[in-house]
């Protein structure tokens, strides 16, 4: 689940019903009451849902369609409307989605062929393009990913090898280079 940066909406995936509930946040009591149209249609089994800085845009993980799904979201209904040409091809397994703090990059961990997708964004469109040399080799079935606020460095936790792989960000490029080798969790 995520809420947007003006905190006016929520969206949650729903797994098994293949969709996305988006829900208006009533400003003084937090109180959620539906979209309209919500739920919106998405992949097979969505994940998680990540939404780029600037609020203008929503992605979908969906972990059974080797896809993330696009949306541009209404700025005054929260409604969410498909960008062309989503869903956008990831690996297998797609587990979540992060956007990096500019919105020019998103990356998902693909669990079941242990890499990473990078994606650059279009910040007229919203829509996916692979950055070069994508997928990233990761550890064994990744599953969470997460960008530093200074927008330089990757991180990923791998559920099988437990341990977590390090990247930087090319900045010019959106492409992840390996900073370390990975690090076993700390309580194994």
Do not use: C, W
Not at 126 to 144: D, H, M, T, Y
Request: proline residues 7%; without cysteine.
């Amino acid at each position: 689940m995520t809420v947007d940066p003006s905190g006016k909406f929520a969206y949650v995936s729903n797994q098994f019903g293949d969709s996305v509930s988006a829900y208006r946040v009533d400003e003084a009591s937090g109180v959620l009451t539906a979209v309209q149209g919500s739920p919106f249609a998405t992949g097979r089994f969505p994940s998680s849902v990540s939404i780029d800085a600037s609020g203008r845009f929503a992605y979908v993980a969906n972990l059974f369609s080797q896809g993330i799904s696009a949306y541009r979201i209404e700025r005054d209904s929260g409604a969410l409307k498909p960008v062309a040409g989503s869903p956008f091809a990831a690996r297998t397994v797609p587990m979540s989605l992060t956007i990096e703090p500019s919105g020019r990059y998103a990356y998902a961990p693909n669990r079941s062929s242990n890499d990473v997708s990078a994606f650059r964004i279009d910040a007229a469109s919203g829509a996916l393009a692979p950055v070069g040399g994508s997928p990233f080799p990761a550890g064994r079935e990744p599953s969470a990913v997460a960008v530093d606020p200074s927008g330089r460095f990757v991180y990923v936790a791998n559920l099988s090898s437990n341990d977590v792989s390090s990247f930087g960000i090319d900045a010019e490029t959106g492409a992840l280079i390996s900073t370390t080798a990975s690090l076993r969790a700390a309580n194994h």
